[in-house]
């Protein structure tokens, strides 16, 4: 339970300059209270029955610099708070400064840009940093400085605010730890350029809280700025959602001579800041997220990490980095482990860099994209490619966000494997999706086997689609019939002195489609008949010339399902996540654990690209409504299309039946279509009983007789 006191109405009616917040754990409740003015507090609230006795007490300092921003963007995380196991009270205090605040934070964030990794708060100290770091750049004969930060610029432009966070504990010293720690992760989702420190403090802390009031240990440089404050000041109601900036914009500035006794005219920065033009505030947060983390595992020092290279994909990001002086390449790779705990990712992979002493990490963004499979169909990229290469699909989009563009007849046949959840039948329906946007009926024939009677099923009202299959004898009587047709088309080839069909089409002006066989389950099928896995191998081992294509997919790849000779002739493979380390290894034939994250993050092979690629499968739609709407309108367009052309072929006929003229070349100008559907809509009439076909005697078409009319 999560209760709030003296919230936005509170915060009008400011005291001595003093606010903050309390957070507060006791037993199952959660209280937070919000207060402007010095006033001693009751603990826990009147709501709670129990007594809060707090035993031990922190405090929180920033380890580096006032310069150096926290986070603008996040809020300390109440309901996480709820999980602490034990009894602790958080104090965050705040009191506005004055002006000169921005002035010593410009100070260091100069002093930085000129080398000093953390400036000292100390101006004396400060000049001593600067004066080292220029003295060693002189001896190494090279300079270095820290690089533009434009959070901290930022920073200097808003209203400063000495800040104090406090925590009291009330379990014993041996059970403390636990809830130290676990207020620790609290405020480290806080961090950014800087990180909060804590550090114990002595019982008299207590008097300070309860009065909330500063204290002589209170760090007069923990400044934090207007963004950095709204942490502590989580969104309550929606009529407080506000809440955080009449706490800020009203709160009178207390001096604080400590600061720089000597008062200093302050140098105005104007508002232009240094930025590139590509800055992504994800990549420069990966780059100091990876950079505190190599520095608590102890790889970088004083010394900043160079990044040579981010690439962002819409579920994984790999970083390139300059390996460390003094750092080899196999002792990071040995710490890969503990750099994983430190940016709490499930997963990182190294390998070298393509440049000598550099390594390329990789491992999940912290927020995912969808990959949404119709913007990728539209784009010219993939209308050119499908020209170019028929039964053109797209498997995704790599790490780098760049498409995987890709075809069924290129890659022969396809291995498609994962548990639920993993992406799998999204994959296939983006799959088919493509090939029957980019397909006509009269081009591609599309058979399906659905033991589940729900993906495929969709399919089913396509001209495309001769037939979705649930009965598992029928299934098998279906894959018997196609080694048939493969056997005859064999035989055509053999007889026209061709390698392939498309040869064959191209030599003798017939139409013959491609055909597409798609198998969800393939566990199912190979269960309920010895023969599936004999007619599977010798398609996957000939169907490919003869224009048939197998797609078969499975939840269970095991050893006893895709079998070697399976693999051996479907060599293209697409994994999604599985349920086993061993699932992995059976479908690419080598140990490993990825650790996919499901919903259509994948690992593939392609026959003919070297190496294993990791991949976002695209996404048709986001829900089963949108999913139907979408097919729907594709099947309409094909169904216009349709109409549309029988309509020319009726006109076809007419000229034909006036003319006489059968000449491709004729027929391609008065319809005003392409060779190759001039020579389709010419076999189509020979299939009505419009025409005769070309033979050996007249290499023409010529009419039956002048009485046949369109049916």
């Given at each position: 339970m999560i209760t709030f006191y003296d919230t936005l109405e509170g915060a009008r009616h400011l005291a001595d300059g003093r606010f903050g917040v309390d957070f507060i754990k006791h037993g199952e409740e959660v209280t937070v209270r919000y207060f402007t003015q010095s006033r001693r507090v009751s603990l826990p609230p009147s709501s709670c029955p129990e007594t809060f006795r707090p035993r031990m007490f922190y405090q929180a300092f920033p380890k580096r610099a006032a310069c150096f921003p926290f986070s603008f963007s996040k809020v300390i995380d109440i309901e996480k708070m709820a999980r602490i196991p034990g009894n602790v009270w958080i104090q965050f205090l705040a009191r506005k400064r004055d002006e000169r605040w921005r002035e010593l934070v410009m100070e260091q964030y100069d002093a930085y840009l000129t080398g000093v990794p953390n400036p000292s708060a100390n101006r004396w100290l400060r000049r001593v940093q600067e004066w080292a770091a220029e003295k060693i750049m002189d001896v190494s004969g090279w300079a270095e400085g820290g690089v533009v930060i434009p959070a901290a610029e930022q920073k200097e432009q808003e209203d400063?605010?000495?800040?104090?966070?406090?925590?009291?504990?009330?379990?014993?010293?041996?059970?403390?730890?636990?809830?130290?720690?676990?207020?620790?992760?609290?405020?480290?989702?806080?961090?950014?350029?800087?990180?909060?420190?804590?550090?114990?403090?002595?019982?008299?802390?207590?008097?300070?809280?309860?009065?909330?009031?500063?204290?002589?240990?209170?760090?007069?440089?923990f400044l934090l700025c207007t963004s950095e404050i709204k942490a502590f000041f989580p969104v309550v109601e929606k009529e407080e959602s506000q809440l955080a900036e009449p706490l800020l914009l009203d709160a009178p500035v207390e001096i604080d001579p400590a600061i720089d006794p000597a008062p200093r005219k302050v140098v105005e920065i104007k508002a232009e800041r240094v930025q590139e033009e590509k800055s992504d505030a994800e990549i420069e947060q990966t780059k100091r997220k990876l950079e505190k983390a190599m520095r608590k595992i102890g790889f970088l020092h004083e010394q900043r990490l160079d990044v040579s290279d981010v690439t962002k994909g819409p579920t994984m990001q790999q970083v390139t980095i300059r390996i460390p002086k003094g750092v080899s390449y196999n002792a990071l790779a040995k710490q890969i482990k503990n750099l994983q705990a430190e940016l709490g990712v499930e997963e990182i992979?190294?390998?070298?860099?393509?440049?000598?002493?550099?390594?390329?990490?990789?491992?999940?963004?912290?927020?995912?994209?969808?990959?949404?499979?119709?913007?990728?169909?539209?784009?010219?990229?993939?209308?050119?490619?499908?020209?170019?290469?028929?039964?053109?699909?797209?498997?995704?989009?790599?790490?780098?966000?760049?498409?995987?563009?890709?075809?069924?007849?290129?890659?022969?046949h396809i291995i498609s494997a994962g548990t639920t959840g993993g992406g799998k039948t999204e994959f296939l329906i983006a799959l088919l999706y493509c090939l029957l946007s980019v397909h006509s009926p009269d081009d591609m024939y599309i058979y399906g086997i659905d033991p589940k009677r729900i993906a495929l099923s969709l399919f089913r009202p396509f001209s495309h689609v001769k037939g979705i299959l649930t009965d598992m004898d029928e299934a098998v009587e279906l894959l018997q019939s196609l080694t048939d047709e493969m056997d005859r088309r064999y035989q055509l080839m053999e007889e026209a002195g061709v390698e392939s069909i498309q040869e064959y089409c191209e030599e003798t002006g017939e139409k013959i489609p491609y055909i597409v066989i798609v198998?969800?389950?393939?566990?199912?099928?190979?269960?309920?008949?010895?023969?599936?896995?004999?007619?599977?191998?010798?398609?996957?081992?000939?169907?490919?010339?003869?224009?048939?294509?197998?797609?078969?997919?499975?939840?269970?790849?095991?050893?006893?399902?895709?079998?070697?000779?399976?693999?051996?002739?479907?060599?293209?493979?697409?994994?999604?996540?599985?349920?086993?380390?061993?699932?992995?290894?059976?479908?690419?034939?080598?140990?490993?654990?990825?650790?996919?994250?499901?919903?259509?993050?994948?690992?593939?092979?392609?026959?003919?690209?070297?190496?294993?690629?990791?991949?976002?499968?695209?996404?048709?739609?986001?829900?089963?409504?949108?999913?139907?709407?979408?097919l729907e309108a594709l099947r309409s367009k094909w169904m216009q299309q349709e109409d549309d052309s029988e309509e020319k072929l009726e006109q076809l006929a007419a000229y034909i039946e006036q003319t006489g003229e059968t000449r491709i070349r004729e027929i391609q100008k008065f319809l005003g279509v392409r060779t190759a559907l001039a020579q389709d809509m010419m076999q189509r009439l020979v299939t009505k009983g419009i025409l005769l076909p070309p033979s050996e005697k007249n290499p023409r078409y010529r009419l039956t007789n002048s009485e046949n009319k369109m049916t």
């Amino acid at each position: 339970m999560i209760t709030f006191y003296d919230t936005l109405e509170g915060a009008r009616h400011l005291a001595d300059g003093r606010f903050g917040v309390d957070f507060i754990k006791h037993g199952e409740e959660v209280t937070v209270r919000y207060f402007t003015q010095s006033r001693r507090v009751s603990l826990p609230p009147s709501s709670c029955p129990e007594t809060f006795r707090p035993r031990m007490f922190y405090q929180a300092f920033p380890k580096r610099a006032a310069c150096f921003p926290f986070s603008f963007s996040k809020v300390i995380d109440i309901e996480k708070m709820a999980r602490i196991p034990g009894n602790v009270w958080i104090q965050f205090l705040a009191r506005k400064r004055d002006e000169r605040w921005r002035e010593l934070v410009m100070e260091q964030y100069d002093a930085y840009l000129t080398g000093v990794p953390n400036p000292s708060a100390n101006r004396w100290l400060r000049r001593v940093q600067e004066w080292a770091a220029e003295k060693i750049m002189d001896v190494s004969g090279w300079a270095e400085g820290g690089v533009v930060i434009p959070a901290a610029e930022q920073k200097e432009q808003e209203d400063g605010y000495q800040a104090s966070i406090r925590i009291a504990v009330q379990e014993e010293r041996r059970t403390r730890m636990p809830l130290v720690r676990f207020a620790e992760s609290l405020l480290s989702n806080l961090s950014d350029m800087n990180e909060y420190e804590i550090v114990s403090a002595g019982k008299g802390l207590l008097t300070y809280m309860e009065e909330r009031n500063f204290c002589p240990e209170d760090k007069r440089s923990f400044l934090l700025c207007t963004s950095e404050i709204k942490a502590f000041f989580p969104v309550v109601e929606k009529e407080e959602s506000q809440l955080a900036e009449p706490l800020l914009l009203d709160a009178p500035v207390e001096i604080d001579p400590a600061i720089d006794p000597a008062p200093r005219k302050v140098v105005e920065i104007k508002a232009e800041r240094v930025q590139e033009e590509k800055s992504d505030a994800e990549i420069e947060q990966t780059k100091r997220k990876l950079e505190k983390a190599m520095r608590k595992i102890g790889f970088l020092h004083e010394q900043r990490l160079d990044v040579s290279d981010v690439t962002k994909g819409p579920t994984m990001q790999q970083v390139t980095i300059r390996i460390p002086k003094g750092v080899s390449y196999n002792a990071l790779a040995k710490q890969i482990k503990n750099l994983q705990a430190e940016l709490g990712v499930e997963e990182i992979s190294i390998t070298q860099g393509k440049q000598p002493g550099t390594a390329a990490l990789l491992f999940r963004r912290d927020a995912r994209e969808i990959v949404w499979l119709e913007p990728l169909i539209e784009s010219e990229e993939f209308r050119a490619y499908a020209k170019k290469n028929d039964l053109a699909f797209i498997a995704g989009v790599d790490i780098a966000g760049k498409p995987i563009y890709e075809s069924l007849v290129r890659l022969k046949h396809i291995i498609s494997a994962g548990t639920t959840g993993g992406g799998k039948t999204e994959f296939l329906i983006a799959l088919l999706y493509c090939l029957l946007s980019v397909h006509s009926p009269d081009d591609m024939y599309i058979y399906g086997i659905d033991p589940k009677r729900i993906a495929l099923s969709l399919f089913r009202p396509f001209s495309h689609v001769k037939g979705i299959l649930t009965d598992m004898d029928e299934a098998v009587e279906l894959l018997q019939s196609l080694t048939d047709e493969m056997d005859r088309r064999y035989q055509l080839m053999e007889e026209a002195g061709v390698e392939s069909i498309q040869e064959y089409c191209e030599e003798t002006g017939e139409k013959i489609p491609y055909i597409v066989i798609v198998i969800d389950e393939y566990a199912d099928l190979s269960m309920t008949n010895e023969t599936v896995e004999f007619f599977i191998i010798r398609l996957g081992q000939l169907a490919r010339q003869a224009g048939i294509h197998v797609v078969l997919a499975t939840q269970r790849p095991a050893a006893d399902i895709l079998t070697s000779k399976i693999k051996t002739n479907l060599l293209s493979r697409f994994c999604f996540l599985c349920a086993s380390p061993g699932d992995y290894q059976t479908v690419f034939g080598k140990q490993m654990s990825p650790a996919l994250m499901g919903k259509g993050d994948g690992l593939c092979v392609r026959e003919g690209i070297p190496g294993m690629t990791r991949f976002q499968a695209p996404l048709l739609a986001g829900s089963s409504k949108e999913k139907k709407g979408k097919l729907e309108a594709l099947r309409s367009k094909w169904m216009q299309q349709e109409d549309d052309s029988e309509e020319k072929l009726e006109q076809l006929a007419a000229y034909i039946e006036q003319t006489g003229e059968t000449r491709i070349r004729e027929i391609q100008k008065f319809l005003g279509v392409r060779t190759a559907l001039a020579q389709d809509m010419m076999q189509r009439l020979v299939t009505k009983g419009i025409l005769l076909p070309p033979s050996e005697k007249n290499p023409r078409y010529r009419l039956t007789n002048s009485e046949n009319k369109m049916t």
